[in-house]
């Protein structure tokens, strides 16, 4: 069984900067995508960003290319998300998600793990 537990978040005045974790615990992550979503109050769960299990590849939302930046280190069972130049509109509980395979992108997808969430606030 793989645990994932998110870490990093915290309030933040807008145009700053948070590095965000995903460490993974049970087992390797070896083989697994790993995805990072966001919800806020309110609103659906939105796509942020993904990574390969290589970490060859990597997927952003549009709302965040240019400003996010997802990585991996396999040795430590861990994905980070950099977030840069943060808005306001960027406050949201911040998820990470892991599945089997090469990364997939759409609706209704089945994720075999989640993490708790880490809150990200953003002050104007």
């Known amino acids: 069984q793989v645990q994932l537990v998110e870490s990093g978040g915290g309030l933040v005045q807008a145009g700053g900067s948070l590095r965000l974790s995903c460490a993974a615990s049970?087992?390797?992550?070896?083989?697994?995508?790993v995805y990072w979503f966001r919800q806020a109050p309110g609103k659906e769960r939105e796509f942020v960003a993904a990574?390969?299990?290589?970490?060859?590849?990597?997927y952003y939302a549009d709302s965040v290319k240019g400003r996010f930046t997802i990585s991996r280190d396999n040795a430590k069972n861990t994905v980070y998300l950099q977030k840069n130049s943060l808005k306001p509109e960027d406050t949201a509980v911040y998820l990470c998600?892991?599945?089997?395979?090469?990364?997939?992108?759409?609706?209704?997808?089945?994720?075999?793990?989640w993490g708790q969430g880490t809150q990200v606030t953003v002050s104007s």
């Open positions: 998600a892991a599945r089997r395979g090469t990364v997939l992108l759409g609706t209704g997808l089945v994720y075999d793990y």
């Open positions: 049970g087992r390797t992550f070896s083989n697994y995508a």
């Open positions: 990574i390969t299990w290589s970490g060859g590849n990597t």
